[in-house]
């Protein structure tokens, strides 16, 4: 399917850069933080930014459905894949699907998706005369995530995700707590998990330095 796509930079490794719900502009220090040697893909999720959202994409494995196609499409491999909350779970369910082994690395910040008991992922509220997130984002979020904003069936399906992962997470993060993000890692084979002090819920925003040398360590 067509869908807005960033691609930019260039180089012999290829990342694919997944937004949250608070869209694209969300993650444009990622893609900067790549371009200078990685050609970067940064789709907009059909139903952001005032972007047409097809009747059947109605839950996040029809986006990492499509994004695998993507990469397939542009033949693609040994791919950094890199998601931050809502775009994590996307990241999370391509894994999973990924027969084609398009996938090298995986890179989870404050990522939403598996249902954890006691950690409710819980939207942050603008603070007081702060203009919110578009309605017409959320309401896309909620068509693709649910009511719950979670899928009791994703963590021990990450049992077979043998690529190695990277969970990064703002340690004042509100909508899920370091908590979360320590189990979500467990349920991976291969995971590190990492806790960026004076962060929240956009590690790569409010605290990009330490954010950034976590995944250039990673990566190697």
């Known amino acids: 399917m067509d869908f807005n796509l960033l691609d930019t930079g260039g180089g012999d490794r290829a ?9 694209p502009r969300s993650v444009t220090p990622i893609a900067e933080h790549f371009a200078p040697h990685a050609r970067v893909l940064a ?9 047409p959202r097809p009747d059947a994409f109605t839950g996040v494995d029809d986006l990492a459905l499509a994004y695998l196609d993507l990469l397939d499409d542009e033949d693609l491999a040994d791919v950094v894949v890199v998601g931050s909350s809502f775009g994590g779970w996307v990241a999370a369910e391509l894994a999973v699907r990924d027969r084609g082994r398009r996938v090298g ?7 939403i998706s598996p249902e954890i008991p006691g950690h409710p992922v819980r939207l942050p509220q ?14 896309a979020l909620r068509t693709y995530t649910g009511p719950d904003l979670a899928d009791p069936k ?13 969970l990064i997470w703002g340690e004042d993060d509100v909508v899920v707590p370091p908590a979360f993000g320590k189990a979500y890692a467990a349920a991976f084979a291969d995971a590190r998990f990492e806790v960026v002090p004076g962060a929240g819920h956009q590690p790569a925003l409010q605290a990009p330095d330490r954010t950034f040398d976590l995944i250039d360590e990673f990566l190697g």
Do not use: E, K, N
Not at 126 to 139: E, Q, S
Not at 154 to 166: C, G, I, Q, Y
């Open 126 to 139: 603008p603070p007081p005369g702060a203009p919110g997130p578009d309605p017409a984002d959320l309401a």
């Open 105 to 111: 690395r995986l890179v989870l910040l404050d990522a």
């Open 15 to 23: 990342v694919l850069v997944l937004h949250g719900g608070a869209g």
């Open 43 to 51: 789709p907009t999720h059909p139903g952001w930014s005032g972007t």
């Open 154 to 166: 994703l963590l021990r399906r990450l049992a077979r995700v043998r690529t190695p992962a990277l």
